[in-house]
């Protein structure tokens, strides 16, 4: 049975190796840390969650194989990073800094207006893929944002992506032009729009 809970500095090895190895091959994660770059992408991994981490607004299964990264955005600019961003910088070099505020700049040129929840990270490890992981740990950020009454947003670059989004209620898609970089997409969940039915799995 999956069990889906908070997730703490205490599981911060675990949801690096997930994430690190889920990204890989990702267009935009490519394109921000290099492909094969996994000092690189485990840097990004850990910035992005020790972040969310401090917030409360990270949801793990299972001690870490899959993950989801969640910002409740309301307005109010986010504090407390320096000493994140000093380290990743540190570990990434600036070429994958420079890179990562390429990317950063051109989303939020078409960034929603606030407030609503920002999915940043959904990650499953890829021994594990395919058991219904990833909705399960999407399942409570965006029970916040109903809750709220509030829209749930992200940006994918991996065109496969929006099939799976789609059927979690993300059907609002659109493009964001990456400079040098891959085909991108603002995506929109409407708040209280729940999953859109789909048919079961299929299982070996």
């Known amino acids: 049975m999956t069990t889906v809970r908070v997730g703490t500095m205490a599981d911060l ?14 267009p935009a994660w490519d394109y921000m840390c290099g492909p094969g770059n996994d000092v690189a992408a485990r840097a990004f991994a850990t910035l992005l969650y020790v972040g969310r981490v401090r917030r409360g607004t990270v949801w793990i299964a299972d001690d870490g194989i899959a993950v989801s990264m969640w910002d409740r955005v309301d307005g109010v600019p986010l504090t407390g990073m320096d000493d994140l961003w000093r380290d990743f910088v540190a570990a990434a070099g600036s070429v994958v800094v420079d890179r990562v505020e390429a990317y950063d700049a051109a989303i939020k040129t ?5 407030p609503f929840w ?16 990833a909705t399960a740990v999407l399942a409570p950020g965006l029970a916040n944002a109903d809750a709220e009454g509030w829209d749930a947003w992200l940006e994918t670059s991996k065109p496969g992506n929006k099939a799976f989004y789609a059927g979690r209620g993300f059907t609002d898609v659109r493009p964001v032009e990456i400079p040098d970089g891959p085909a991108t997409w603002w995506i929109r969940r409407p708040a209280g729009a729940g999953l859109v039915p789909r048919p079961a799995p299929v299982r070996p």
Do not use: N, S
Not at 21 to 26: E, I, K
Not at 118 to 133: C, E, F, K, N, W
């Open 110 to 114: 078409l960034k929603p207006p606030a």
């Open 118 to 133: 920002y999915l940043g990270v959904l990650a499953t490890h890829p021994d594990h893929q395919g058991r219904g992981l």
């Open 13 to 26: 090895d675990m949801v690096v190796e997930t994430v690190a190895g889920a990204f890989v091959g990702d």
